[in-house]
């Protein structure tokens, strides 16, 4: 072969390899947002799990957890009813809850008229 051939041959490889590597073309566009993974869901208590045999022969697993809400997607915010801002929620309170205060004296526990984040706690769970 040739000097000038082999040249030829080098720079038609080393072109034909660029070609194959080649990425996507660099742009100004904001990358997208990482897919969600398991560990940025908030942590919930497993409840049960069952093991079943699938129709593939491998193990399907079924889990149940505690819900990380109320039925109806509503949920409470102490910070919220607390108003006052005292570590506690009064009757007045309370009322901006239509559920919670038909229940009050039922999740007042201790009869003193104020429900504290652990009598709610109770409640909700």
Request: net charge negative; charged share 25%; hydrophobic share 40%.
């Given at each position: 072969?040739?000097r000038?051939?082999?040249l030829t041959?080098?720079?038609?490889?080393a072109s034909?390899q660029?070609q194959?590597?080649?990425g996507?073309p660099?742009t100004?566009?904001?990358?997208?947002?990482?897919?969600?993974?398991?560990?940025?869901?908030?942590l919930?208590r497993?409840t049960?799990?069952?093991v079943?045999?699938?129709s593939?022969?491998?193990?399907?697993?079924?889990?149940?957890?505690e819900?990380d809400s109320?039925v109806?997607?509503?949920?409470?915010?102490?910070t919220?009813?607390d108003a006052?801002g005292?570590?506690?929620?009064d009757?007045?309170?309370a009322a901006s809850?239509?559920?919670?205060?038909a229940?009050f004296?039922?999740v007042d526990a201790?009869?003193d008229?104020?429900?504290d984040?652990?009598?709610?706690?109770?409640?909700i769970?």
């Amino acid at each position: 072969m040739t000097r000038t051939a082999l040249l030829t041959a080098t720079l038609l490889l080393a072109s034909l390899q660029a070609q194959a590597t080649r990425g996507t073309p660099a742009t100004t566009l904001p990358l997208p947002p990482p897919a969600a993974t398991p560990a940025d869901a908030p942590l919930q208590r497993q409840t049960g799990m069952t093991v079943l045999e699938g129709s593939h022969g491998g193990p399907v697993i079924i889990r149940s957890v505690e819900p990380d809400s109320l039925v109806g997607g509503d949920r409470l915010d102490f910070t919220v009813l607390d108003a006052d801002g005292d570590g506690t929620v009064d009757r007045r309170e309370a009322a901006s809850d239509a559920s919670l205060r038909a229940e009050f004296d039922r999740v007042d526990a201790n009869r003193d008229g104020r429900l504290d984040r652990d009598e709610l706690a109770g409640w909700i769970l």
